[in-house]
């Protein structure tokens, strides 16, 4: 069956390092993957999109990977704040529908001052 | 433009009784999805809709949940009867053609 694994356990950084958040999917072949944020209370935000064609995105702080042989993309947010503290969702679309995406049980990400 | 709008943001209503949330997506925006969000099962897509028809309840849990989209700006998700596992965050998105998502601020469901 299809599966999407992201670090279930919070990552605790120290102000200014950067943080890497894992997301690992199987038994898919996805078309494109994306990266949300959410704050407690609210509902995801949506912050990157990087297809299977590209390697690498960028968005001021964040870089995303894309490794469609590895199974993997990794998130990373360089210079981290503790604004950035937050859990950090992937989402994939299911096979056979576009539009219809799958989201990981995302990471909770802690950027200690 | 308000983004997402859900109502209501907090429900709290006794097992068996029929419970309905609101949402009205984005203006301009084609496609409508509803998620639900437990601490166990992280976000999950119950139905999605395009250009107001339901495109896949493959996610709906079992037959006490239906979800209606009778025009391009509003849509409801009922439940009837409720019981407490229904109790979790329920969220509303809205999209046009590509693929991000806007997620309306939830609402927060307890069923005692």
């Known amino acids: 069956s299809q599966k999407i694994e992201q670090n279930s356990e919070a990552l605790n950084i120290q102000e200014g390092k950067t943080a890497t958040l894992t997301c690992n999917y199987t038994n898919y072949s996805p078309a494109y993957l994306q990266w949300y944020r959410q704050d407690p209370g609210r509902g995801p935000v949506f912050l990157l999109l990087i297809r299977e064609n590209e390697k690498e995105k960028r968005k001021e702080r964040l870089k995303v990977t894309f490794d469609t042989t590895l199974k993997q993309s990794l998130f990373h947010i360089t210079a981290s704040q503790p604004a950035d503290s937050a859990t950090y969702l992937c989402a994939l679309p299911l096979s056979g529908g576009y539009q219809k995406v799958t989201f990981g049980i995302g990471t909770k990400l802690q950027v200690i001052p | 433009d308000a983004g997402v709008i859900q109502s209501p943001r907090h429900e709290v209503t006794e097992m068996g009784q029929e419970v309905t949330l609101r949402c009205k997506p984005i203006?301009?925006?084609?496609?409508l999805f509803w998620y639900r969000q437990t601490m166990m099962r992280g976000l999950e897509l119950l139905i999605y809709f395009n250009n107001n028809v339901p495109i896949d309840d493959s996610g709906m849990p079992e037959d006490r949940f239906s979800a209606k989209m009778p025009n391009a700006s509003f849509s409801t998700l009922k439940i009837q009867p409720s019981e407490p596992r229904d109790s979790a965050v329920y969220f509303c998105?809205?999209?046009?053609?590509?693929?991000?998502?806007?997620f309306g601020p939830g609402t927060r469901l307890t069923v005692l």
């Open positions: 203006s301009g925006h084609n496609s």
């Open positions: 998105a809205s999209s046009f053609l590509e693929n991000e998502q806007f």
